[in-house]
């Protein structure tokens, strides 16, 4: 799994645990949702050249670009300082032509058509993408795109416009300038070290896919009651691979909220802190978005 892709990573969760394939966005092995084990993700458009290990890479890095430099926040949004993620679920053709387009979860009205246009626009800006495809055929691909509207909490000082809207990855720093959430190196979940680097990403989401198995639980209350969600978190990996600052940013239920808060913060009585960042070879602190969704 690409690393653009662990800063936006959904959890599914039935009742015992289990990731439910229809919500599983390892992420922008994100937004490419709902996508069988056999099938080969769609590429983003000006990666069909790129090496064989490093396709995956560069079509969430290009999608994540496309995001951060063509969705604008609403005015309406803006002055009215709405902040959260709109869903977008669509589709990729088997003669990779994005279709479908439609919300998955709304926020606003306005963010809702700003997300659409995001989204139904790819096919006049950038092209079509090479299709997904499944025992060598090209097939139609669901995917599910999470489209963050967030307003700086400090301007900058020569900004005109200190909104941002970007895909889950996040803008390259905050206002100070000392948290990151995307980098040239993005933390990773630890027990990988040792691991051959062209597959070490994916073996440190598959780790931090069973810890948060093996370690969040249903609560009891919000199962009997039928509740279901998705609990959107952040959190800080520091310098020294610790994890700080979780903070529930989007909640369902207070007890899904606090359950997602302590399996956060329990990942610092693990044996191992995370690999920190780095950002021009140095270790930097790095923000995670992390949504987790509790379905039977």
Not at 70 to 87: A, H, M, Q, S
Not at 101 to 125: E, F
Not at 167 to 182: K, M
Not at 221 to 228: A, F, I, P, S, V
Request: hydrophobic residues 35%.
């Amino acid at each position: 799994m690409p690393v653009l892709l662990m800063a936006m990573l959904v959890f599914s969760f039935t009742e015992k645990g289990k990731r439910l394939p229809a919500t599983d966005m390892t992420d922008i092995e994100s937004a490419f949702n709902a996508i069988e084990d056999n099938t080969e993700p769609p590429l983003f458009p000006g990666c069909e050249k790129v090496n064989e290990m490093e396709k995956a890479d560069c079509s969430h890095k290009k999608l994540y670009e496309y995001v951060a430099n063509n969705l604008k926040y609403p005015e309406e949004l803006k002055t009215r300082k709405i902040e959260g993620k709109v869903f977008v679920k669509f589709v990729i053709t088997n003669n990779g032509l994005v279709a479908q387009a439609s919300i998955q979860k709304s926020l606003h009205p306005a963010a809702d058509k700003a997300a659409l246009d995001l989204v139904n626009g790819m096919n006049d800006k950038v092209g079509k993408w090479t299709p997904g495809t499944k025992e060598g055929r090209p097939v139609t691909t669901d995917m599910v795109l999470p489209i963050s509207f967030v307003l700086n909490a400090k301007p900058e000082s020569n900004s005109k416009d200190n909104s941002n809207s970007s895909a889950e990855a996040g803008s390259n720093s905050n206002a100070n300038g000392e948290v990151y959430s995307f980098v040239d190196e993005m933390p990773r979940f630890p027990g990988c070290e040792d691991t051959d680097s062209s597959i070490i990403n994916i073996c440190a989401v598959d780790k931090m896919y069973n810890y948060i198995e093996g370690n969040i639980f249903y609560p009891k209350q919000d199962r009997e009651n039928g509740k279901e969600g998705i609990v959107m978190a952040k959190f800080i990996v520091q310098t020294d691979g610790s994890i700080s600052n979780a903070r529930i940013v989007r909640g369902v239920t207070p007890s899904m909220d606090a359950e997602v808060l302590r399996m956060i913060n329990n990942m610092n009585n693990m044996p191992q802190h995370w690999t920190p960042g780095k950002k021009d070879g140095k270790p930097v602190a790095v923000e995670f978005t992390l949504p987790v969704f509790f379905a039977f």
